[in-house]
Each structure stands twice: as C-alpha cells, then as structure tokens.
C-alpha cells in the first residue's frame, strides 16, 4: 500500500521507504522479516547464525533493528533465508543497461569514476 502524500510516497509497511527524498531502511521491519523467515524455516538463532556464518548475537540483534550490523553479516543471513533485496532508483535501468553494454567481468561500466 503507498499512501501519496504530496510529491512524496512512502510504502507504508515496507522495509525500505522514501521520505522527503532520503531512502530509510526501517531496521525493525527487517528485523521481523528475519525472525519470521527464520522460525517459518523452524530453526533457531544458533543454527541460522552457523549457516550463515556469523555469531548468534548477529541474529539477536538484526532481529532486534540494531543499526550498527554489518552489512555483509546482513546479507549473509538474507542468502540463508532466501531473502532477495530489491534495488530501486530512478535511474537503476539506466544502470542496468550501462552494464549490459559494458559485458561479463565489468561492473564499473567503463565510466571511470
């Protein structure tokens, strides 16, 4: 659900929104996702963190939306859960097609920058 509000939208609901131009990741939401996922897949705190490769306080505190996680551990527990992030800007396709043309192996692009 996306409630207008001017020119901004926010997705209410969603981990991730935009509000007055600044994308937010709301930690607590996906705290929840996780916990969710987890106990969905009936396993514990310790046993996702092995899979994962991280420390079970990992788990602790993503589930509770703590902000200093890093993100490569976040993105450890999200592979074992099959949890996919969804990039989003305005200009992502152009992105896309910038490393479509630039072919395998160059993910800069070939701008330089």
């Not at 939208?9 to 996922?37: E, K, Q």
């Not at 009936?42 to 505190?61: D, N, Y």
């Amino acid at each position: 659900m996306t409630v207008a509000r001017g020119e901004r939208n926010i997705a209410v609901g969603a981990a991730i929104f935009r509000l007055m131009g600044v994308v937010v990741l709301d930690l607590s939401r996906i705290g929840s996702m996780v916990r969710f996922h987890r106990k969905a897949a009936g396993i514990s705190r310790m046993s996702l963190a092995e899979l994962a490769g991280v420390g079970k306080t990992v788990i602790f505190e993503i589930e509770h939306g703590k902000k200093t996680v890093r993100l490569d551990r976040l993105a450890a527990v999200l592979n074992v859960l099959n949890i996919a992030p969804r990039w989003e800007s305005p200009l992502m396709s152009r992105f896309e097609e910038q490393l479509h043309l630039a072919g395998p192996g160059n993910e800069e692009g070939g701008d330089g920058a």
